[in-house]
């Protein structure tokens, strides 16, 4: 390309903190941002057991820790349609209804309904569209010389309050 030699990485390729596979797509970024997060909320369980943390600060832990590692990166790929992308969304629930049963102590088979309530933790797709609304402010918000307003789309995505903004 131009001259010169562009090297193919057919392993995924960690920029950023963002992994990306040789498609360009996040599924290994997701795949290892669900890692960290099993391995904190059995940290956060163990943690719970042995100190017994009152709901409230357990709650107040996997936001800070749980949530936050799943998380990492989700602007990237949540599009905020209701499905989400490559099943990601479901994925992420899944965590979230883990993370209320251990909180809250329930049954595998409780209602998930019922979980989300009485656990106090938002469902997946309040999370990432909560992100993304964080995200698209961070950008308009900056000033109007950098790149990256116009890169991601921030005009399109909240429109005319961009010209409030200097």
């Not at 995924?12 to 360009?24: A, H, I, K, Q, Y």
């Not at 936050?68 to 899944?94: C, H, M, P, Y």
Request: proline share 4%; with cysteine.
């Amino acid at each position: 390309m131009g001259g010169r030699l562009i090297h193919f990485n057919k392993q995924p390729t960690r920029l950023l903190g963002v992994w990306l596979d040789s498609n360009l797509t996040p599924k290994e970024h997701h795949n290892a941002r669900l890692k960290k997060a099993r391995v904190a909320q059995t940290r956060l369980m163990r943690l719970s057991g042995q100190i017994g943390l009152s709901p409230e600060d357990c709650c107040r832990v996997q936001a800070a820790c749980v949530q936050a590692a799943s998380l990492f990166g989700a602007e990237l790929w949540w599009k905020g349609e209701e499905k989400g992308t490559l099943g990601n969304r479901d994925d992420i629930q899944k965590s979230v209804n883990q993370e209320a049963r251990a909180n809250t102590g329930a049954f595998r088979t409780t209602n998930t309904g019922a979980l989300s309530a009485e656990s106090g933790l938002l469902p997946a797709a309040a999370q990432l569209n909560n992100r993304k609304r964080r995200f698209a402010v961070r950008l308009i918000s900056l000033p109007k010389r950098y790149q990256a307003r116009e890169l991601v789309g921030a005009a399109s995505t909240l429109g005319s309050s961009l010209e409030s903004f200097p």
